[in-house]
């Protein structure tokens, strides 16, 4: 797994507990880490985040209802205990081996190939308090956009996609170099939506991860890194 560049950041860890996301928010459930037996333990709960990113998701869904009055932001996974982050690494890793024809337990080139495009998109589950993967601070949140029947929108491509498709601007590049009109209509109105969803996010204080459309932060390494600041202000919930 690769290294990222915030985690040289200091935390300054603000100490506000964990909470339940607000009433007002909608919930992609059945959680689908939840369905696979991670292990979040007894009182371990996906719809949990630090109070001031609650808000921001909020204020985020008020600023996408004056242009889109019957859409709603969906939540999909919000804190990830270190122990769901290595269990969902593993499970990526594995998944993306046998879609290929690959033994995930063997060693081999093509196996390190799926190591490292995994890492482009899932933290490692680091035990370091001073390099603590986004979710497992409980200021990381992924989420998409739904109608106003709690059904997701497409955006292009699921969650958690692995490769090129899931990066933010993935689909304004390909309108540009397809020739089928129909196709390249559908490819702007992914990506239409998905940088409506940054929008909404960034005037809320979020920054969005580079390769993921789905991953936004308020105050970790992560969101500290892209805006400037000094240190973060929330480290991992323990």
């Keep these: 797994m690769s290294t990222r560049p915030w985690t040289a950041i200091p935390i300054h860890d603000a100490g506000q507990p964990l909470e339940p996301l607000p009433g007002a928010l909608v919930r992609l459930e059945p959680h689908p880490y939840v369905a ?38 969906a939540i999909f ?4 205990p270190l122990a769901v982050q290595a269990f969902m690494v593993d499970h990526s890793i594995i998944s993306s081996c046998r879609e290929r024809g690959i033994d995930p ?12 495009e995994v ?3 899932w933290a490692p589950p ?13 200021a990381a949140v992924d989420l998409t956009l739904a109608d106003n029947e709690g059904e997701p929108l497409e955006m292009g491509s699921a969650i ?9 601007d993935h ?22 939506r998905r940088s409506l969803l940054r929008d909404v996010m960034d ?3 979020f920054v969005q991860h580079p390769n993921e459309w789905w991953h936004f932060s308020w105050g970790d390494q992560l969101w500290a890194w892209r805006r400037g600041e000094p240190a973060a202000r929330f480290g991992r919930v323990r």
């Design 36 to 73: 696979l037996r991670a292990p979040y333990g007894e009182s371990g709960s996906p719809f949990r985040l630090r109070p001031e990113v609650n808000r921001r998701l909020l204020q985020a869904q008020q600023l996408l209802r004056q242009s889109q009055p019957h859409w709603a932001l």
């Design 77 to 80: 996974d919000g804190w990830r």
């Design 105 to 116: 337990g063997q060693a081999s080139p093509e196996r390190e190939a799926v190591v490292a």
């Design 119 to 121: 890492g482009r998109f």
């Design 126 to 138: 680091n035990a370091d308090p001073a390099a603590p993967p986004p979710h497992s601070t409980g």
């Design 160 to 168: 958690d996609a692995i490769g090129v498709v899931s990066e933010p």
């Design 171 to 192: 689909f304004l590049r390909a309108s540009q170099q397809c020739g089928d009109r129909q196709l390249q209509a559908r490819y702007l109105l992914w990506h239409q």
């Design 203 to 205: 005037q809320a204080g």
